[in-house]
């Protein structure tokens, strides 16, 4: 009898329900995410179905309608438990995905131009051009690799700046040049060299990683106010890549007060660089604010400290790819247009507009339509993460709550603990709040001077320190539990 009792199916069904539902509320407790309270409630809400199918399924006592019923129950049930056990796997894996590896990941190539006979380095005959000033150990690497996988040592040619060498390839004085990846947009920004993309080509490109120190001067996120610096890197892409930061956000976050300040700085703000002089960088050198994002956001937190004399807790660095992957997992957003403009072939019509991925990054990447140029490219950027931020503390994020774990994995990067990430959707899990959010902009006066980067001039624009000042004390107002009169 007994040896029967083991061989009916209804008993492995069983054991599959009770092993699901073991997995789940492991990884309910895992997660750390969801409140505690509703956790308990899940767990005996849990181990009470499964008294109820063991008494269904295996029980001497269950009849044949109570083990056709158990065993229909427990199909869907387990269909449930693996969809949830999946969500939760994948849910926990975010916070590690975007979590800040350490690693920053440099692109260096040789560029020579799209019109030449030259296809491979060997084909090289003339000198290859450098800037003295640019990556160097990058460009130190490159010619390494090049001698150990080609067996081919390159005629150098060293120029003083990035600009020079460009020129030097355009006007045939050097029949190549060595050009990192990152600082590529501002080649081609220059007016001289904007079709630069076109009229070049590279032909080799070596990648390598170093090593970045991604502490963050941690507090308890869900009790303590804390100030996140936003980066948004020009590149699409590997949101690892190194390039310039085109979007500056300090925003300060109370918890408590559930008030939320976004602080916008012009990308072309002239700055005194700080850093670590380790990382190739112009320390002590003013440059323009973007720049400091060639040598990761932990360059540029260092030198917006030093401007605005305050400390940054963390970092979030975002790409163009970012934007639309993360705008469109959400179903879109909506933001206040104030004016008419058009870029990208879309035309943007003042008042409470939605925009999807693509539209949101055109929308936040146009100044030459306004009089206030970066000014007010800076505000449509606020704008767009405000919507982002109005869309992520909503309950609709669960209506497309896959398709977001899945976009988010490699469209973000910070420092965040992934410890210090889940304590704050787990109080805003608690207790369903929402949010202030103000924004304001830096100013200054428009100029051209020495950029270290460069090593040329270029367009800057000249800190307005009343401004500056006005924003840490808004800032402060927030940090002590106040609301900044902005409105």
Same mark, same amino acid.
């Given at each position: 009898?007994?040896?029967?009792?083991?061989?009916?199916?209804?008993?492995?069904?069983?054991?599959?329900?009770?092993?699901? /539902?073991?997995?789940?509320?492991?990884?309910?407790?895992?997660?750390?995410?969801?409140?505690?309270?509703?956790?308990?409630?899940? &767990?005996?809400?849990?181990?009470?179905?499964?008294?109820?199918?063991?008494?269904?399924?295996?029980?001497?006592?269950?009849?044949?309608?109570?083990?056709?019923?158990?065993?229909?129950?427990?199909?869907?049930?387990?269909?449930?438990?693996?969809?949830?056990?999946?969500?939760?796997?994948?849910?926990?894996?975010?916070?590690?995905?975007?979590?800040?590896?350490?690693?920053?990941?440099?692109?260096?190539?040789?560029?020579?131009? /799209?019109?030449?006979?030259?296809?491979?380095?060997?084909?090289?005959?003339?000198?290859?051009?450098?800037?003295? &000033?640019? !990556?160097?150990?990058?460009?130190?690497?490159?010619?390494?690799?090049?001698?150990?996988?080609?067996?081919?040592?390159?005629?150098?040619?060293?120029?003083?700046?990035?600009?020079?060498?460009?020129?030097?390839?355009?006007?045939?004085?050097?029949?190549?040049?060595?050009?990192?990846?990152?600082?590529?947009?501002?080649?081609?920004?220059?007016?001289?060299?904007?079709?630069?993309?076109?009229?070049?080509?590279?032909?080799?490109?070596? &990648?390598?990683?170093?090593?970045? +120190?991604?502490?963050?001067?941690?507090?308890?996120?869900?009790?303590?106010?804390? &100030?996140?610096?936003?980066?948004?890197?020009?590149?699409?892409?590997?949101?690892?890549?190194?390039?310039?930061?085109?979007?500056?956000?300090?925003?300060?976050?109370?918890?408590?007060?559930?008030?939320?300040?976004?602080?916008?700085?012009?990308?072309?703000?002239?700055?005194?660089?700080?850093?670590?002089?380790? !990382?190739?960088?112009?320390?002590?050198?003013?440059?323009?604010?973007?720049?400091?994002?060639?040598?990761?956001?932990?360059?540029?937190? $260092?030198?917006?400290?030093?401007?605005?004399?305050?400390?940054?807790?963390?970092?979030?660095?975002?790409?163009?790819?970012?934007?639309?992957?993360?705008?469109?997992?959400?179903?879109?957003?909506?933001?206040?247009?104030?004016?008419?403009?058009?870029?990208?072939?879309?035309?943007?019509?003042?008042?409470?507009?939605?925009?999807?991925?693509?539209?949101?990054?055109?929308?936040?990447?146009?100044?030459?339509?306004?009089?206030?140029?970066?000014?007010?490219?800076?505000?449509?950027?606020?704008?767009?993460?405000?919507?982002?931020?109005?869309?992520?503390?909503?309950?609709?994020?669960?209506?497309?709550?896959?398709?977001?774990? !899945? $976009?988010?994995?490699?469209?973000?990067?910070?420092?965040?603990?992934?410890?210090?990430?889940?304590?704050?959707?787990?109080?805003?899990?608690?207790?369903?709040? /929402?949010?202030?959010?103000?924004?304001?902009?830096? +100013?200054?006066?428009?100029?051209?001077?020495?950029?270290?980067?460069?090593?040329?001039?270029?367009?800057?624009?000249?800190? +307005?320190?009343?401004?500056?000042?006005?924003?840490?004390?808004?800032?402060?107002?927030?940090?002590?539990?106040?609301?900044? +009169?902005?409105?």
């Amino acid at each position: 009898m007994k040896k029967e009792y083991w061989k009916k199916p209804t008993w492995y069904l069983f054991l599959l329900t009770l092993l699901l /539902s073991v997995v789940i509320i492991v990884q309910l407790f895992l997660l750390a995410m969801i409140p505690i309270h509703f956790v308990v409630i899940a &767990t005996v809400v849990v181990l009470l179905m499964d008294l109820l199918f063991y008494f269904l399924l295996v029980s001497r006592k269950a009849n044949k309608v109570n083990r056709i019923l158990g065993s229909v129950l427990s199909v869907v049930l387990c269909i449930g438990m693996v969809v949830g056990n999946l969500y939760l796997f994948k849910t926990n894996s975010l916070f590690e995905d975007i979590t800040h590896s350490g690693e920053q990941k440099n692109v260096v190539s040789v560029v020579v131009k /799209s019109d030449s006979d030259i296809e491979s380095v060997q084909d090289l005959k003339q000198s290859i051009g450098y800037a003295k &000033t640019m !990556d160097a150990d990058g460009t130190k690497q490159l010619f390494a690799d090049i001698k150990e996988k080609e067996q081919l040592t390159l005629q150098q040619k060293e120029y003083n700046s990035l600009i020079d060498v460009t020129q030097a390839l355009k006007d045939g004085d050097c029949e190549a040049m060595v050009l990192n990846e990152s600082y590529r947009s501002m080649v081609s920004e220059n007016a001289i060299f904007e079709d630069f993309d076109q009229d070049t080509k590279a032909i080799y490109t070596y &990648t390598y990683y170093t090593k970045v +120190d991604p502490n963050a001067k941690a507090v308890d996120v869900s009790k303590e106010a804390f &100030t996140v610096l936003i980066s948004g890197i020009d590149v699409y892409g590997d949101i690892a890549a190194t390039s310039r930061s085109d979007v500056n956000l300090l925003v300060t976050v109370n918890p408590l007060t559930k008030e939320i300040l976004m602080v916008s700085i012009p990308r072309d703000y002239y700055v005194e660089t700080a850093c670590d002089a380790a !990382d190739g960088c112009g320390r002590g050198q003013m440059d323009k604010l973007t720049h400091t994002g060639l040598h990761g956001a932990h360059t540029t937190q $260092a030198t917006l400290e030093k401007l605005f004399g305050i400390e940054i807790n963390y970092t979030l660095r975002v790409n163009f790819s970012s934007v639309q992957t993360i705008v469109d997992a959400l179903g879109g957003i909506e933001v206040n247009n104030p004016q008419t403009f058009r870029i990208g072939g879309y035309t943007f019509e003042p008042g409470r507009i939605h925009l999807d991925g693509d539209q949101a990054l055109m929308f936040s990447r146009e100044r030459k339509s306004f009089g206030e140029g970066d000014r007010e490219r800076g505000r449509n950027q606020m704008r767009v993460f405000s919507g982002i931020l109005d869309k992520v503390t909503s309950p609709a994020i669960l209506t497309n709550y896959m398709s977001i774990l !899945d $976009a988010v994995g490699d469209s973000f990067e910070t420092n965040m603990s992934s410890g210090e990430m889940k304590s704050l959707v787990q109080m805003q899990l608690n207790d369903r709040a /929402s949010w202030h959010i103000q924004q304001m902009s830096v +100013d200054g006066a428009n100029g051209n001077d020495y950029c270290y980067e460069l090593q040329n001039t270029a367009w800057v624009m000249y800190p +307005d320190m009343d401004t500056v000042d006005a924003a840490v004390k808004a800032m402060e107002t927030v940090i002590h539990g106040g609301r900044p +009169d902005l409105e």
